[in-house]
T-cell receptor
């Protein structure tokens, strides 16, 4: 069974450019999470969806960040315009809310903004 | 607020040594507690969990016991291997149905042969 798929795996962009990160959750999972990992702040939850609906976006840093989940098998995290301080590893995770709530993480996208 | 505090790393051990990584939490109510592991270049994987006081989670030789009186969930392993080298994250999930996890900063473990 395929795990959580993220693309691209690495992204290097210049300040001011738009960046779009993509995630395909595990088939059948109904919750999807976007995290950001940095040395300074550790692992932070940015937003999570349940049944394609955003449930908690309190971790989204500012208006430059937006996330969508148009259907159960696809989500995007967009940064526009990007800034050097957005450089981080962005993880997508999914889960099936049966009570176990184990979150399955993708391999991450390493974003570098120069 | 709700938070998780882990011991500062990095931790370096020799193979077959005993491992303890301390984790304490602050939360309202009775959270569920988790240990996740991140191997180099990969995403996090669930290692073990405990959902109520005095529960012991275990997997791959690792154990952790949910101690409500000390608000702790320390990770232990009796004999570490080189393949255990990774970053370990303690996390909590609040009761009440939210799926949000609050993670500690992570503790990097290196095991030398």
């Amino acid at each position: 069974d395929a795990g959580v798929i993220q693309s691209p795996r690495h992204e290097v962009t210049e300040m001011g450019q738009e960046v779009t990160l993509r995630c395909k959750p595990i088939s059948g999972h109904n919750s999807l999470f976007w995290y950001r990992q940095t040395m300074m702040r550790g692992l932070e939850l940015l937003i999570y969806f349940n049944n394609n609906v955003p449930i908690d976006d309190s971790g989204m840093p500012e208006d430059r960040f937006s996330a969508k989940m148009p259907n159960a098998s696809f989500s995007t995290l967009k940064i526009q315009p990007s800034e050097p301080r957005d450089s981080a590893v962005y993880f997508c995770a999914s889960s099936y809310g049966t009570g176990t709530y184990e979150q399955y993480f993708g391999p991450g996208t390493r974003l570098t903004v120069t | 607020g709700n938070s998780v505090t882990q011991m500062e790393g990095p931790v370096t051990l020799s193979e077959e040594a005993f491992l303890t990584i301390n984790c304490t939490y602050t939360a309202t109510g009775y959270p569920s507690l988790f240990w996740y592991v991140q191997y180099p270049g990969e995403g996090l994987q669930l290692l073990l969990k405990a959902t109520k006081a005095d529960d012991k989670g275990s997997n791959k030789g690792f154990e952790a016991t949910y101690r409500k009186e000390t608000t702790s969930f320390h990770l232990e392993k009796g004999s570490v291997q080189v393949s255990d080298s990774a970053v370990y994250f303690c996390a909590l999930r609040l009761q009440g149905g939210s799926e949000k996890l609050v993670f500690g900063k992570g503790t990097k473990l290196t095991v030398n042969p």
